[in-house]
């Protein structure tokens, strides 16, 4: 099932980029955070019940992290560069920094400070969805050790929380704070944790229902208020609302949805490509920007090159991964034998 929700969230970030909105919000936003969420769940599962134990689990956590989040990313950097490059779409001016900044990924979490334009046009930015990237690798980079200790994970998501609050109404500045630095949504990975899967111990039931009554609680505040709410208050809140029951409801599935790996790995694909295919589509100016054939192409021209780009990178990065493991599996076997004798 997660497989298919990624890949509806991935399509809600899209078209929130070409001003699809819903009754007046983001749906991208919405998305991002059920994104967070997930992916503290995912995280979670994976240090708790797939790495097996030893001295090497939190490297061979990283190298996964890795292997998923980067080699796709890689290669859509260079489908933008030879894009850019071939038409100068958005006249950028690239320095050696900029392109270190977009092969480390955290740095595009911290936009504001380096350039203001990254979401409207490729001024130094290839992808400008991967500020939500480097936001996840922060998390990435931390995670085992929260995990290792509970009470500080505790204590993390309490002062995050706070944060977030604070930011919903104002006194630090709420779009930073409340949707995009790390400080401010850490807490959101960190229900992603304790939702994980069923069953639930009572700490982390309590938590969960904790979390969605003080989120229930600032989304009456901010709707009934009479001033306008701050940054992306409705929609980070939203994400939280509507993602905690899913995310909680998917855990406890038995069903098993077909392709759902596949349909994971286009989404991901959907998320890193479609500001490619808008500035193409920008470019030979044959359609309506917002249109309805503008749209269809869109859709049609992304899934068609997330699907191709799964094929020619995932799919043979796995097999050639997995083909590694079980050849060092069985060599590891052979030294048993031979030790043995």
Request: net charge positive; hydrophobic share 50%; aromatic share 12%.
């Given at each position: 099932?997660?497989?298919?929700?990624?890949?509806?969230?991935?399509?809600?970030?899209?078209?929130?980029?070409?001003?699809?909105?819903?009754?007046?919000?983001?749906?991208?936003?919405?998305a991002v955070i059920i994104f967070y969420m997930l992916a503290g769940m995912v995280v979670t599962h994976l240090w708790q019940d797939v790495l097996p134990l030893g001295r090497g689990?939190?490297?061979?956590?990283?190298?996964?992290?890795?292997?998923?989040?980067?080699?796709?990313?890689?290669?859509?950097?260079?489908?933008?560069?030879?894009?850019?490059?071939?038409?100068?779409?958005?006249?950028?001016?690239?320095?050696?920094?900029?392109?270190?900044n977009n092969l480390l990924i955290i740095p595009l979490n911290y936009y504001m400070v380096i350039d203001s334009q990254i979401l409207t046009e490729p001024a130094w930015c290839l992808?400008?969805?991967?500020?939500?990237?480097?936001?996840?690798?922060?998390?990435?980079?931390?995670?085992?050790?929260?995990?290792?200790?509970?009470?500080?994970?505790?204590?993390?998501?309490?002062?995050?929380?706070?944060?977030?609050?604070?930011?919903?109404?104002?006194?630090?500045?709420?779009?930073?704070?409340?949707?995009?630095?790390?400080?401010?949504?850490?807490?959101?990975?960190?229900?992603?944790?304790?939702?994980?899967?069923?069953?639930?111990?009572?700490?982390?039931?309590?938590?969960?229902?904790?979390?969605?009554?003080?989120?229930?609680?600032?989304?009456?505040?901010?709707?009934?208020?009479?001033?306008?709410?701050?940054?992306?208050?409705?929609?980070?809140?939203?994400?939280?609302?509507?993602?905690?029951?899913?995310?909680?409801?998917?855990?406890?599935?038995?069903v098993r949805f077909s392709y759902n790996s596949i349909v994971g790995s286009m989404s991901y694909g959907i998320f890193l490509m479609h500001f490619l295919l808008i500035w193409a589509?920008?470019?030979?100016?044959?359609?309506?920007?917002?249109?309805?054939?503008?749209?269809?192409?869109?859709?049609?021209?992304?899934?068609?090159?997330?699907?191709?780009?799964?094929?020619?990178?995932?799919?043979?990065?796995?097999?050639?991964?997995?083909?590694?493991?079980?050849?060092?599996?069985?060599?590891?076997?052979?030294?048993?034998?031979?030790?043995?004798?």
């Amino acid at each position: 099932m997660l497989g298919y929700l990624r890949l509806i969230l991935a399509v809600l970030v899209m078209l929130s980029h070409i001003g699809i909105t819903i009754y007046g919000l983001n749906p991208g936003v919405i998305a991002v955070i059920i994104f967070y969420m997930l992916a503290g769940m995912v995280v979670t599962h994976l240090w708790q019940d797939v790495l097996p134990l030893g001295r090497g689990k939190l490297l061979n956590f990283y190298k996964d992290r890795l292997i998923r989040i980067m080699p796709l990313y890689l290669f859509t950097v260079v489908l933008t560069l030879v894009f850019i490059g071939i038409t100068a779409y958005g006249q950028p001016v690239y320095t050696l920094k900029a392109l270190l900044n977009n092969l480390l990924i955290i740095p595009l979490n911290y936009y504001m400070v380096i350039d203001s334009q990254i979401l409207t046009e490729p001024a130094w930015c290839l992808i400008p969805p991967a500020w939500s990237l480097g936001v996840e690798l922060q998390v990435y980079l931390i995670m085992p050790f929260l995990l290792m200790y509970p009470k500080i994970r505790f204590s993390i998501y309490i002062i995050s929380i706070i944060i977030y609050t604070a930011a919903n109404n104002a006194l630090i500045p709420a779009d930073y704070f409340g949707y995009r630095l790390l400080p401010g949504v850490m807490f959101i990975f960190i229900i992603g944790c304790y939702i994980k899967k069923a069953p639930y111990s009572k700490f982390e039931r309590m938590i969960i229902v904790f979390s969605y009554g003080l989120i229930v609680g600032q989304y009456l505040l901010i709707t009934n208020s009479d001033g306008v709410a701050a940054g992306f208050s409705k929609e980070t809140l939203l994400g939280l609302l509507i993602g905690i029951p899913i995310l909680v409801l998917s855990g406890q599935m038995k069903v098993r949805f077909s392709y759902n790996s596949i349909v994971g790995s286009m989404s991901y694909g959907i998320f890193l490509m479609h500001f490619l295919l808008i500035w193409a589509l920008d470019e030979v100016k044959l359609l309506e920007k917002g249109s309805i054939s503008y749209i269809i192409t869109l859709v049609v021209s992304v899934f068609l090159c997330s699907a191709f780009s799964v094929y020619l990178i995932e799919n043979k990065l796995k097999k050639r991964v997995i083909g590694v493991v079980k050849k060092q599996k069985k060599t590891k076997n052979m030294n048993n034998i031979t030790s043995k004798k």
